[in-house]
């Protein structure tokens, strides 16, 4: 490689090196910022609507969208899901139209269950979800759930799993810690934009 390119005294005039030399006193302030939570901030949450739902969660980042054909009850579903990780925790909200209403009460408990299993969740009691718009299905359930993943670290996990006619969604947030502060806005902010038209799933 070329030395001149790593010497900077020959680049004195790059974007870099002004930035150095001349603002010192910005850094002062982004860290004095930081400190008030101010710079950066780990939590930055927003409205995020899942997309051809009326759902709207709040998230504290940026999400992926991920799609995947899954299994759950014997029911094949494509599930879409949002999700994204701030603070060493991850959030996810996702979905799936079950198609059969008949169906939707044993898919809503196979995904609580399913949650447990995966992070070895020994004790996992499921408390009512009573929350506007959702159709009144036995398996509409919020849960915290503490566990182990396969290297041991304690885990834990807080979990709500509910229906609006044949879809059913799920939305969580998985961690070693959950704090009240990183789990309360995403719970209270699942809601559902009963304005806004219910897309038909034929």
Known sequence: MNDELMDPKKHSDTPVARLSSRSPSRFAVCAAMVALAGCSPTFDWRSVPLPDTQLVTELPCRP????????????????????????????????????????VDAVLHALRESAA??????????????????????????????????DGQTIDEAIRVFGRGTRVYQASAVGPSLP??????????????????APDPT
């Open 180 to 197: 009240e502060s990183a789990v309360r806005p995403f719970e209270d902010g699942l809601r559902f934009d009963l304005e806004k038209v």
């Open 64 to 103: 992926g969208r991920f799609q995947r054909d899954v299994t759950v009850a014997g029911v094949p579903l494509k599930l879409f899901m949002l999700s994204c990780e701030a603070g060493g925790i991850t959030y996810g909200v996702a979905t799936a139209d079950v198609g059969d209403p008949a169906r």
């Open 117 to 150: 299993m995966a992070i070895r969740s020994a004790d996992s009691p499921a408390g009512a979800l009573n929350m506007p718009g959702v159709t009144p299905f036995s398996g509409n359930s919020s849960a915290h759930l503490h566990g182990r993943r396969p």
